[in-house]
């Protein structure tokens, strides 16, 4: 057993499938599996069943994998203590995030981060995925925080650090629509709906190349606040497409007031989120530790 394994294992439980897994780790699909099988044999236990709905634990998995994830975290606990023992840690720093991030993943970090670093100034503000690039590309932010396609390339002099987190996409419809009994669905199949965009380059860009091929969506309302957006939703007068980390141990989604159905093409596919620096070489102690807490 080792943490190439474990990672492996916390990889695929994320992605749920050993494919999107392997290219995030950027090995074959082969090594991946042959490395999950010599880790279930030595623990006794099959941690994962391959199913037409992706690669999900099994009942020992499901029992077994939260002790992985602990072990994994922590590993980083470890390797942020040392790291914190070796550097003085001080300064100020700018953040541009995406939306997204924002609102799951910086407030929990930059929480234990102002604890335990109180004397650090940290500013944060939203913007999207190109003119993030551009303000860490031009030295005006210290960390950009956004999500890229598997394998897509970013501005020369950009060093990527992944926060060990994907996301999918789902349709978000309101609670008894007809669309969530579906198994998956496309964009055709919407046209006709009320539909609320979450209005960022990245969702317009996809859905404008499905509207000039095919006819434009109903797009009755417009946002940038992914609360707003769900309310929306939850109140009957759309439906939209989000990726699964907004909807994540959303209130709406748990009390049954929003479901959620499989998309198809163009969002069939995952986004890794990752913080950009810029240059090869960065060592600024506050910014490597920040990333730290993102990751955990």
Known sequence: MNFEQLSYVKKIYETESIIYAAEAMHISQSAMSQSIANLETELGYKLFNRSRK??????????????????LEAQHHLLDEVDAMKAHINGSLTIATIPTLFNKVVPKALSKFNKDYPHINVKIFESD???????????????????????????DGLQLHSLNKSSGFKLIVPKKSKLALKEEVNLEEIQQYPFVLYDRSFYQNNLKAFEDENGPLKIVFRT??????????????????????????????????????????????Y????????????NNAAINKFISYLRS
């Open 54 to 71: 992706g690669t999900l634990p099994t009942q020992d998995g499901k029992h077994l994998i939260p002790y992985i994830i602990e072990i």
């Open 129 to 155: 995925k190109d003119e993030i690039a551009r303000l860490v590309q031009q030295n005006e932010v210290d960390i950009g925080l956004i999500g890229i396609r598997d394998n897509e390339s970013i501005d």
């Open 224 to 269: 940038n606040n992914p609360s707003v957006l769900i309310r929306t939703v939850s109140e009957g007068l759309g439906i939209s497409i989000v990726s699964n980390l907004i909807i994540e141990d959303d209130p709406f989604i748990m009390n049954g007031s929003i479901e959620t159905v499989p998309i198809g093409k163009p969002f069939d596919y």
């Open 271 to 282: 986004i890794y989120f990752t913080a950009i620096t810029k240059g090869p070489d960065n």
